[in-house]
Nanobody
Framework: QVQLVESGGGLVQPGGSLRLSCAASGFTLDYYVIAWFRQAPGKEREDVSCISSSGRSTYYADSVKGRFTVSRHNANNTGYLQMNSLKTEDTAVYYC???????????????????WGKGTLVTVSS
């Protein structure tokens, strides 16, 4: 079965850090971009970040730029999202997704995603 499974979410205080993982099974991520999305309660889904299949190109929403870092380790078939300096506004369910192809289509990401994880909850609260 083709699956993406997020992990690493949890409760963290403002200013803290979390590292989310996106583990793929049933297929290799080598030929897929890895994208991260989030959805806060009562809000629309937001594009957060994306990394090309090679790992050489990355993209970030303005709201997280400078605080989040997307990466991948193809040997582990896993993508990562390092989140630093977390704010209460970052509270959301975070989803990873994989889209076949070498490059991210930033600005139109959701349309190109072939597989989605079920999400992991990140709560930033004091």
């Amino acid at each position: 079965q083709v699956q993406l499974v997020e992990s690493g979410g949890g409760l963290v205080q403002p200013g803290g850090s979390l590292r989310l993982s996106c583990a793929a099974s049933g297929f290799t991520l080598d030929y897929y971009v890895i994208a991260w999305f989030r959805q806060a309660p009562g809000k629309e889904r937001e594009d957060v970040s994306c990394i090309s299949s090679s790992g050489r190109s990355t993209y970030y929403a303005d709201s997280v730029k400078g605080r989040f870092t997307v990466s991948r380790h193809n040997a582990n078939n896993t993508g990562y999202l390092q989140m630093n300096s977390l704010k209460t506004e970052d509270t959301a369910v975070y989803y990873c997704a994989a889209g076949v192809g070498p490059e991210c289509r930033w600005g139109d990401m959701g349309y190109g995603m072939n597989y989605w994880g079920k999400g992991t909850l990140v709560t930033v609260s004091s």
